[in-house]
């Protein structure tokens, strides 16, 4: 595919390129290891992975584990698959931010001895009084012109462990008037006598993000650190810390908007919530948007890529419709994925003028758009399944399937004429008869007469038993994705089991995460979590038709 324009990151990177700002190209993708990575990530994966490559640079993976109250191993496991999965190759090395807690340390105390850190015995809640507001300035604390030495000894004592969670921080000496909040003295480094998953209990002080962030991209000659809109006015902060604490080849830092998705649930803390009260089953819970979810409900890194490219690169915050990464699976399948028959909601057809016991071995196209699938053979009999919905005992006007006295196709196999049918004590109908003209057969050439319709059809004795899932959005964007309590407002039908579905035999070896288009049905994809070889178990990833247009 042709790229029409540089975005407006490309943009800047070659114009650095050019100034000889930087020689080479670095980037970063830096998650907390404090959940399952999600769609969002995806992009900010493919965008920094994409732009090293694109440059001929350096992708660095690294764990941003500088907070230790809800990192957990578990998770940096899981971030690692799922970058795998999407095609981005860190290399041979993993960074890890709290392999820099030295230096970030040294660095603090320069500051310190520059004048430009102190100890503040301030609470929580007086900094933030004392911060100010948009409108009105800040105010110094009473520990901000404490000397050096008084600084340093205290700081190294807080490091020690002699003062309890809260009693003090190290905070940047910047300016309490400034227009920025965020450069009104922040908070660098806090106390927190926790273990870390890494460096256990060697510290019981860790370094605030905005003080992490740049010295961890320094330290690793990141030229461009990409980062989320949100963090636009910290930039400042960035910047002063990678100067004050001099490091060469600064890096910079780059904001593009955060990718919006409607009608499904990001953001770590609404995932988990939902995860820990069991609503949905487990983080890759096939409605999520969780990359583990997306692989396990059968997208292809392939689709998240094409999707991430049509969403582009930008500074305006815009959502983006679910609709078009839907597009985006249907595209990719569509040529590579085998046609098969599969009946959801299955009623007996049964052919009475076909010969009994008797069943042929059809040729049928895996796909006929693309003959490099090949051909299969599906068996076909007296007994068949077809979709109860695909018989009425009194049809509405322009319905073309089957009821009493019409004629239909049988897909790949032969016309059927309705005979009549059969219903229960109850009502509901239990057979449909029919019976067949051997002249009709697909592909004889045959075409004395034409049927307005065309059904699918499994064969009764060979088909396998297996289990569908459905899906709709988790939440419908337009009642409100949280109710008035701040829960998440889920849609009652978002999942919906099928139990009692027929597959034709060519899906009995179906292997977890193969995925084939189901004729008329939608692109299905074996469950990695709970499929078996004695009891199959699909999801279906995007039906075939959407009003979406590109
Ligand atoms: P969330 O708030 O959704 O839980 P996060 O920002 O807390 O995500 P991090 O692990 O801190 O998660 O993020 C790692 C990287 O992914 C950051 O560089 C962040 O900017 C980027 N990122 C997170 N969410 C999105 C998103 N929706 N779109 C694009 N990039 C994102
Ligand atoms: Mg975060
Ligand atoms: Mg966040």
């Not at 409900?297 to 815009?318: A, D, H, N, Y």
């Not at 983006?320 to 057809?349: G, Q």
Request: aromatic share 12%; net charge negative.
């Amino acid at each position: 595919e042709e790229k029409v324009s540089r975005h407006f990151i490309e943009q800047e990177i070659d114009k650095d390129l050019k100034e000889g700002v930087y020689n080479e190209v670095c980037t970063r993708f830096p998650p907390e290891p404090n959940g399952y990575l999600h769609i969002g990530h995806a992009k900010s994966i493919l965008l920094n992975y994409g732009l090293a490559k694109e440059y001929n640079g350096k992708f660095h993976m690294r764990f941003d584990d500088t907070n230790p109250v809800k990192e957990k191993n578990e998770f940096v496991e899981s971030i690692k698959s799922d970058i795998e999965w999407l095609g981005a190759d860190w290399g041979d090395q993993i960074f890890f931010a709290s392999d820099y807690f030295d230096k970030m340390y040294e660095t603090a105390v320069k500051l310190i001895k520059k004048g430009k850190a102190y100890v503040c015995d301030l609470s929580a809640d007086q900094i933030r009084e004392y911060r100010g507001t948009l409108t009105s300035p800040g105010k110094e604390s009473p520990y901000r012109n404490r000397s050096i030495e008084e600084n340093l000894d205290l700081f190294e004592r807080m490091k020690n462990g002699e003062f309890a969670d809260g009693e003090k921080v190290l905070r940047a000496k910047i300016d309490m008037s400034a227009s920025n909040i965020n450069m009104r003295d922040p908070v660098i480094y806090r106390i927190a006598h926790l273990s870390h998953q890494r460096t256990k209990d060697k510290w019981c002080i860790y370094p605030m993000y905005d003080f992490a962030h740049p010295i961890e991209d320094a330290i690793e000659h990141i030229t461009h650190s990409i980062c989320t809109l949100e963090f636009e006015d910290h930039r400042p902060l960035y910047d002063w810390v990678v100067k004050e604490g001099e490091f060469e080849n600064p890096p910079r830092q780059i904001e593009f908007a955060k990718l919006y998705l409607t009608n499904v649930i990001t953001g770590k803390r609404y995932i988990k919530k939902l995860v820990e009260d069991g609503i949905v089953d487990g983080w890759d819970d096939p409605r999520l948007v969780t990359i583990s979810a997306l692989k396990r409900r059968g997208f292809t890194p392939e689709s998240i890529k094409r999707f991430v490219e049509l969403c582009g690169v930008s500074k305006s915050q815009s959502s983006v419709d679910y609709a078009m990464l839907e597009y985006c699976i249907r595209e990719d399948l569509k040529l590579k994925k085998s046609r098969m028959l599969a009946v959801l909601d299955p009623i007996k057809l049964v052919i009475d003028n076909y010969p009994e016991g008797e069943y042929e071995e059809l040729d049928v196209d895996n796909n006929l758009e693309n003959p490099e699938l090949g051909k299969r053979k599906v068996p076909f009999g007296r007994e068949l399944y077809i979709e109860r919905e695909d018989f009425m005992e009194e049809p509405p006007k322009k319905y073309f399937r089957l009821f009493p006295g019409n004629e239909v196709r049988l897909m790949y196999a032969y016309f059927v004429t309705c005979t009549g049918f059969e219903k229960d004590e109850n009502g509901n109908i239990t057979v449909v008869h029919c019976t067949y003209d051997p002249e009709t057969k697909s592909g004889s050439g045959f075409n004395a007469r034409k049927v307005k319709g065309t059904i699918h059809w499994v064969p009764a004795q060979y088909a396998i038993k297996a289990e569908v899932r459905l899906y709709e959005n988790i939440v419908d964007e337009n009642k409100g994705k949280l109710n008035e309590d701040g829960s998440i407002n889920l849609n009652p039908n978002s999942l919906t089991v099928l139990k009692d579905c027929y597959v034709e035999p060519a899906l009995k070896d179906a292997k977890a995460y193969d995925s084939f288009q189901f004729v008329r049905k939608g692109y299905f994809c074996v469950d990695s979590k709970d499929s078996k070889e004695e009891h199959l178990v699909f999801n279906r990833i995007v039906s075939l038709k959407s009003s979406f247009k590109i």
